[in-house]
């Protein structure tokens, strides 16, 4: 206790005397005012005010210099408070200045990068647009060929039906023709085309084949079974070697006007399938027939 | 008559140098007040720190018109001259202020932007 009390009484007499000698020196200590004129300078230094607010800091090292001037012509008067108070905030301003023009900066950086985000995000969302557009565009372009496609299909169909129809129109005239679940059958008399027990043709069955022959190419056709059909008179197993031969002579010359003999099959059935009574006489000569059964293209 | 004149004049000019010899400083209390004038408009009064230096400047500027009545003419300029560099200070720091608000609210939209687009269009 008696140590501390001692050590404050050294440091206020050492105090008093370093004022004293300075005093005696002339030498006076800055007012506040123009401490914090300099501090304050510094601090706009720092600040970057050289860069960003050249023209306040100049205002402000003037200011101080005056200041400072005035200290030393005048020591501690009014007249050198006044002037580093007004030094200390020229100062200020200067750093304020320094630091709204960073802050103006940083805005223009920031304005300048929302320019560039909108700008690609706009980009971006074109390009995407763009990509959506063609894939629209290339799936209206495939539905549009697959509604081609259909229509030109339908239109062959058409075509094909109508040329069916035509060709069925032409038959009509010479042999009976009707459609059936087995396909289009062309039924020719027996008696036209053959003598009584006999297979070859008659000379009149000829001209009635050549006509079958162009009507069926001109229809076109995938398969035709050319089926020799009899009556009941007779044994059956006469009847069908009967019809088979029958069936083979209209197959034969139906080949020799261009028909595909890959195309075209004949068949015996001899009595198998009347289409009439066989009791009457205009029962078996129904019965007695040549059918080319059509499968159409 | 003109030698009246002359001697009258001479004593007004010498009680004048006698007094200190500062002419009035008129321009000063104008260029003050026209600072504060500024200072206001430039929205000093909103800011906290800047309406604090423009009342200091407003009462500086009362003081030095007061000191200008009583003739104290040079201490009168001194005073307005800091009401002057007050009203500065006040207007720069309402500047300094609105600039950093601006630069904070064109950041915050940048971030907006990124964020709403990050995941793309």
Not at chain 1, 146 to 170: C, D, G, H, N, V
Not at chain 1, 178 to 205: C, Q
Not at chain 2, 46 to 71: F, N, P, R, S, Y
Not at chain 2, 91 to 115: D, F, N, P, Q, S
Request: charged letters at 30%.
């Amino acid at each position: 206790m008696k140590a501390v009390m001692l050590r404050k009484r050294n440091w206020l007499v050492g105090s008093v005397v370093l004022l004293g000698v300075l005093s005696g020196c002339g030498v006076t200590l800055p007012p506040k005012e123009l401490v914090s004129a300099r501090r304050a300078f510094k601090e706009a230094q720092e600040a970057r005010a050289a860069e960003l607010s050249p023209v306040q800091l100049e205002e402000a090292r003037q200011a101080l210099a005056r200041a400072e001037v005035s200290f030393e012509d005048e020591g501690d008067a009014s007249v050198t408070r006044y002037t580093a108070y007004q030094a200390e905030r020229r100062a200020l301003s200067a750093r304020s200045a320094a630091s709204a023009e960073a802050a103006k900066q940083a805005r223009a950086k920031s304005e300048q990068e929302l320019r560039n985000l909108q700008a690609g995000y706009q980009e971006a969302t074109e390009t995407k647009l763009a990509k959506t557009r063609a894939q629209l565009e290339k799936e209206a372009a495939e539905k549009a060929k697959t509604k081609e496609q259909l229509e030109a299909e339908r239109k062959a169909r058409l075509a094909a039906e109508s040329k069916l129809s035509a060709a069925l129109a032409s038959l009509e005239q010479i042999a009976k023709v009707k459609e059936e679940a087995r396909g289009v059958v062309i039924t020719l008399s027996g008696s036209v085309l053959f003598a009584t027990g006999k297979w070859e043709l008659l000379a009149m069955a000829q001209n009635r084949l050549d006509d079958v022959a162009k009507a069926l190419k001109d229809q076109g056709y995938k398969h035709i079974v050319v089926e020799g059909h009899t009556d009941s008179r007779g044994s059956e197993q006469a009847n069908l070697d009967l019809s088979k031969r029958r069936a083979e002579a209209v197959r034969s010359y139906l080949v020799g006007r261009g028909i595909d003999a890959n195309k075209i099959e004949a068949k015996g059935i001899g009595e198998a399938r009347a289409v009439a009574d066989n009791a009457s006489a205009d029962g078996r000569a129904n019965n007695r027939r040549v059918e080319l059964v059509v499968t159409p293209e | 008559m003109t030698k009246v004149l002359v001697l009258g004049m001479s004593a007004v000019v010498s009680l004048a140098v006698a007094c200190g010899g500062a002419a009035v400083p008129h321009d000063k209390v104008t260029a003050a007040e026209a600072e504060m004038r500024a200072a206001e408009v430039g929205g000093a009064s909103d800011v906290q720190q800047a309406a604090l230096h423009l009342k200091l400047a407003q009462d500086q500027i009362v003081k030095g018109k007061a000191l200008i009545q009583e003739g104290e003419n040079e201490e009168a300029a001194l005073v307005l001259d800091c009401a002057q560099t007050d009203a500065q200070y006040a207007l720069a720091l309402a500047k300094e202020e609105t600039a950093k608000k601006e630069a904070e609210a064109a950041a915050k939209e940048v971030a907006e932007l990124k964020r709403k687009t990050a995941k793309g269009p």
